[in-house]
């Protein structure tokens, strides 16, 4: 083992961290047309010719569906003290309202009691993109009926399991749900336009300020939460063009979010600008959906370096000239998350912090004894553990750190051609073979846990 590798081994995290993995329904549960489950609006999507490569869907995806039990015993063999997934809003309401589908609750119901017998702590997203599409069809997250709907399915969902969930993410990401979803047509329901995305984003975060009361009520040892995916965005020279357009597009796609929650306002900046394109906000609006939280979720993979266009001045992102590179085409700067994670604390001082996502895309490949070699991987978590722990030193209330993600999935509009997982998926056999990157954080789990135990028992 070199001695960087050690370095990272023997990294400081507080006694109660706590170190998870993540999922999201679409992405791995399969079985879209069992059991009562609804149409979602990837479902439609995935059979628009051209949306996603190769004509790929999640029908079947991961099978997780049916293989629970196995993927929590892999869950067990890696260590876990806790799982991030996301429950199917279809497979709940499959109109969106209305009639309940017990089936459907039944099914996490039997999920989260074999995390708590393995001993892993389940955290629930309750919204990570797959609207029904009965309620697209009325009009979707630009709607705002659309609110009133998901607070009733979040009731559902937290009467039937709060007694045995403590962790809550009302939304996963409502910036991609926003914007590539309803602004630039690249996610179901592939729409497009200013004036649907900032409606969308606008109703996401109000949807999730009314659930947090609702939780809170049906679940009084609730802990709740929101993920975001941050990116701080970098100019990409000192000019004063770059400076301005970095400026803008840290105001429309991390404080357009941040600022409501923690501050109950848009940023007077980017609202400005967008202005033309704003949604009707009504009178307590933004005082709901800064109903205070118990923690953040922060999804980080990569920074944003910003140019100003030289007609308009208008932010673009572009790809440094150099640097290392995901599968997916982004940079591997952990620098970058670091410095999220001080901002956070600074200038918004969330109570607590969880990295919900942090992963990377690679070309993996089986060798000839069937083995998963990914060091590109092990490096990239291990580069960003220890932008954590720089964190946690200098400050911030980080508590947990969850890998994106526990499977190869379903990859949204890559469809299977981009793998994040920790443990191979051989699609047509829904074979799972543990990646080196899955024995790497399994062996860095024990070593965190032997040493809270060594210190424990230091008189």
Request: hydrophobic share 35%; glycine share 8%; charged share 25%.
């Amino acid at each position: 083992m070199d001695s960087n590798a050690q370095r990272v081994l023997d990294l400081p995290f507080p006694p109660d961290f706590v170190w998870g993995a993540a999922t999201a329904s679409y992405q791995i549960e399969g079985a879209v047309h069992e059991d009562g489950r609804g149409e979602s609006i990837w479902d439609r999507f995935c059979r628009i010719p051209g949306k996603v490569r190769n004509g790929d869907n999640g029908d079947i995806a991961c099978d997780h569906y049916h293989r629970y039990k196995d993927d929590v015993a892999l869950m067990q063999t890696l260590g876990l003290r806790g799982y991030r997934f996301s429950i199917a809003w279809p497979r709940i309401l499959p109109k969106g309202r209305g009639p309940i589908n017990p089936k459907g609750l039944d099914f996490y119901d039997r999920l989260v009691d074999e995390l708590l017998k393995k001993d892993i702590q389940p955290y629930a997203t309750l919204y990570h993109w797959d609207l029904p599409q009965k309620l697209e069809d009325r009009g979707g997250w630009p709607h705002r009926d659309t609110v009133d709907a998901y607070v009733e399915y979040v009731e559902c969902v937290v009467r039937r399991l709060g007694d045995r969930v403590r962790h809550w993410i009302t939304q996963n990401e409502p910036w991609v749900a926003s914007w590539i979803g309803y602004g630039w047509g690249v996610h179901a329901p592939g729409r497009t336009g200013e004036k649907s995305a900032l409606a969308a984003a606008h109703h996401l975060l109000l949807a999730h300020g009314r659930a947090v009361p609702v939780i809170r009520r049906d679940c009084p040892e609730a802990r709740v939460g929101i993920t975001l995916n941050l990116s701080p965005a970098h100019p990409a020279s000192a000019s004063t063009e770059d400076l301005a357009a970095a400026r803008t597009s840290d105001g429309k796609s991390n404080r357009w979010f941040l600022d409501p929650i923690f501050r109950g306002a848009y940023p007077a900046d980017a609202a400005e600008s967008l202005a033309p394109y704003l949604p009707a906000i009504q009178a307590n609006d933004l005082r709901t959906i800064s109903a205070p939280i118990d923690f953040l979720g922060v999804n980080y993979y990569n920074r944003h370096i910003v140019r100003a266009t030289p007609q308009t001045g208008h932010p673009v992102i572009v790809r440094p000239e150099s640097g290392s590179f995901t599968n997916m085409g982004w940079e591997v700067y952990p620098d970058a998350f670091y410095e999220l994670l001080i901002r956070l604390q600074r200038e918004y001082a969330p109570p607590q912090l969880f990295v919900t996502e942090n992963g990377a895309a690679y070309d993996d490949v089986r060798i000839h004894d069937g083995r998963i070699l990914d060091p590109e991987r092990q490096d990239y978590l291990e580069q960003h553990l220890i932008a954590c722990s720089r964190a946690i030193r200098d400050g911030v209330p980080l508590a947990g750190y969850f890998v994106w993600s526990l499977l190869d999935n379903f990859e949204w509009h890559h469809g299977y051609q981009k793998r994040f997982g920790l443990v191979y998926v051989d699609y047509p056999t829904q074979e799972r073979v543990p990646k080196s990157s899955f024995d790497w954080y399994r062996r860095f789990i024990q070593r965190q846990v032997s040493e809270r135990q060594r210190r424990q028992q230091i008189p």
